[in-house]
């Protein structure tokens, strides 16, 4: 029984993966390592940002998200192999929401440093713009 539910997930899955209408982006193996630990990084940051604002944490929400997330997040790969550095191996555009993602984060931390709530919280879906649309136009696998 385990064995044929496995089955049919597999081929859903190979379904799914074959009507996938994001294009798909090949990186050296050491630069798609370095992009993964990078996006669950990012989701760990998102996650703690999140319960900060909730928590009423809003400066704290901003400089994680800076420190994290931020401006000054860009180009943390410069000293890897060039192998295992993603940007350089990204279509253009792909590279370009990265950098909009990182300046994203940027804005946020500053409206999230006024300590204004509610404009904090109307900023939090700019935070994950350019995730959201990357994440739908692009795929490793």
Avoid: W
């Amino acid at each position: 029984m385990r064995t044929g539910l496995l089955i049919v997930l597999c081929l859903a899955g190979t379904a799914m993966a074959a009507d996938d209408g994001r294009q798909l982006v090949r990186l050296p193996p050491a630069a798609e390592s370095t992009l993964r630990a990078e996006m669950r990084a990012n989701m760990l940051a998102v996650n703690d940002i999140l319960a900060l604002v909730a928590a009423g944490k809003l400066e704290e929400a901003g400089a994680r998200a800076e420190q994290d997330l931020g401006q000054a997040m860009m180009g943390r790969h410069r000293s890897l192999p060039f192998d295992a550095r993603p940007g350089p191996h990204m279509p253009p555009a792909m590279h370009q929401l990265g950098i909009d993602g990182h300046r994203a984060a940027s804005a946020f931390a500053r409206v999230a440093a006024s300590g204004d709530r509610e404009k904090t919280i109307a900023a939090l879906p700019t935070l994950t713009q350019s995730c959201v649309a990357c994440h739908y136009a692009y795929r490793l696998r």
